[in-house]
Nanobody, 127 residues
């Protein structure tokens, strides 16, 4: 079965950095667009970043553009989210997700376009 396992969350001070990883199994990783979403307490899940299966096409939410970088290593079946200049408003549970696409340049920004989800990892940014 498909499994997505996130890691790398934790507690960090404002201005600090974290690198999230998501390891995938049970799917042909190089055929899937990968995305990161987050959900803060009392809020809806929101899109953060996505990368096409070719690893070149990316797209970011305006709130993280210039601070976060998404990347993937198809040889390791892993997608990463490098988060710099973290702010307290970045505090949330971060989820990775996989969406099967037909083109290496296709990216997805809507949660309902993703068929597989990880269990999430908590990121807490203190002020």
């Amino acid at each position: 079965q498909v499994q997505l396992v996130e890691s790398g969350g934790g507690l960090v001070q404002a201005g600090g950095s974290l690198r999230l990883s998501c390891s995938a199994s049970g799917l042909i990783f190089s055929s899937y667009c990968m995305g990161w979403f987050r959900q803060a307490p009392g809020k809806e899940r929101e899109f953060v970043a996505t990368v096409g299966w070719g690893g070149v096409a990316t797209y970011y939410a305006d709130s993280v553009k210039g601070r976060f970088t998404i990347s993937r290593d198809n040889a390791k079946n892993t997608v990463y989210l490098q988060m710099n200049s973290l702010k307290p408003e970045d505090t949330a549970v971060y989820y990775c997700a996989a969406a099967q696409t037909s083109s290496r340049r296709d990216v997805r920004t809507l949660a309902n376009e993703y068929g597989y989800w990880g269990q999430g990892t908590q990121v807490t940014v203190s002020s």
